[in-house]
């Protein structure tokens, strides 16, 4: 366990002896399916509702529309990963399933909950464990070199753009040895939801038109690309470098589309609390629950921006 790892454990314990009554919010949600087939529903309507438009239009939309549905969604996958939406390993995959069948992701979902749950609660901010801590040959290199920055940006303009720039830097960088592992997960799920994706592309494009395929890429791309404003803005809001060792919330309106994402420090020191219940954590120990964020996830990422998309400085990465 890493030392700010040992930091939440340790302020977890005194906060439950404090105020026990925070144990009754420990357990699933399972109203959560709810929410996970209002936006899988929502993400498909738009689909049939761009099936005329020109590609740049189709386009627009997933950058201003799509990418945040995706982004929503998203949050229920790392529910699934902390087991928050039903008790029963049946129940997760059905969840699971039903995300995938709005994020078209492939098995990348499954592939998250086997690595989030092994390494980043119990390593946080360990580079040699913390999955979510860039690579550092890779953040080097970046930095380094500024017209490699502006064209990976510009390439993740594109549908699929992620995935161009991903296999080029795996060319030119080596990546770091390090010891960030996954839990066993399911071969068979993972072939199931890698074959839903695919047979719902060609569904949408067979059955809507090539616009609602391209929507539903495009969107997915742009949300995990340098362009994915919110998802990658509160990548950087959750452990950015200027108070290293914690963690930090960021309590705005963007908390009602995202369903409480930004409770981050309460989730790390509650990790079996489900998002519904987080601002009740906050409410009970607020002297507890100060590490306030000095920007919104549009304004971390807009810094970020600003500087070309350099990691050293916005992104979580350890030199």
Not at 103 to 132: M, P
Not at 186 to 191: A, E, F, K, V
Not at 217 to 246: D, P, V
Request: glycine share 4%; net charge neutral; charged share 15%.
């Amino acid at each position: 366990m890493s030392v700010d790892s040992q930091w939440h454990s340790s302020r977890r314990k005194e906060i439950l002896a404090k105020y026990p009554e925070i144990k009754q919010y420990f357990g699933n949600y399972s109203f959560s399916i709810v929410a996970i087939a209002f936006l899988v529903a929502l993400q498909w309507t738009i689909a049939w509702l761009v099936k005329d438009l020109s590609w740049w239009q189709t386009g627009a939309i997933a950058f201003f529309v799509g990418q945040f549905i995706l982004h929503s969604l998203a949050i229920f996958v790392h529910e699934a990963a902390h087991n928050l939406i039903f008790k029963s390993k049946l129940g997760s995959n059905l969840a699971l399933f039903l995300i995938v069948c709005g994020s078209l992701s492939f098995g990348e979902s499954l592939a998250y909950i086997g690595v989030h749950g092994k390494t980043h609660h119990l390593h946080l901010n360990d580079y040699q464990y913390d999955h979510e801590l860039w690579d550092r040959k890779f953040a080097k290199f970046a930095n380094n070199n500024p017209y490699w920055r502006v064209f990976e940006s510009l390439v993740h303009l594109l549908p699929g753009g992620v995935i161009v720039t991903d296999l080029i830097a795996a060319y030119l960088v080596e990546a770091d040895i390090r010891e960030v592992n996954s839990a066993n997960i399911s071969q068979s799920l993972n072939i199931v939801l890698t074959l839903t994706s695919l047979s719902l592309y060609i569904t949408a494009w067979f059955l809507i038109s090539p616009q609602a395929t391209l929507y539903l890429f495009w969107s997915l791309t742009l949300m995990i690309s340098n362009w994915g404003i919110t998802f990658r803005g509160q990548s950087i809001a959750e452990h950015h470098i200027y108070h290293q060792g914690k963690t930090y919330s960021t309590y705005s309106w963007t908390n009602i589309l995202f369903f409480n994402t930004g409770y981050h420090d309460e989730h790390h020191t509650f990790p079996n609390v489900p998002w519904i219940h987080l601002p009740k954590i906050k409410r009970i120990a607020p002297e507890y629950f100060t590490n306030d964020n000095p920007h919104s996830y549009f304004k971390w990422w807009w810094l970020w921006a600003k500087s070309i998309f350099t990691p050293a400085r916005y992104n979580r990465y350890i030199p």
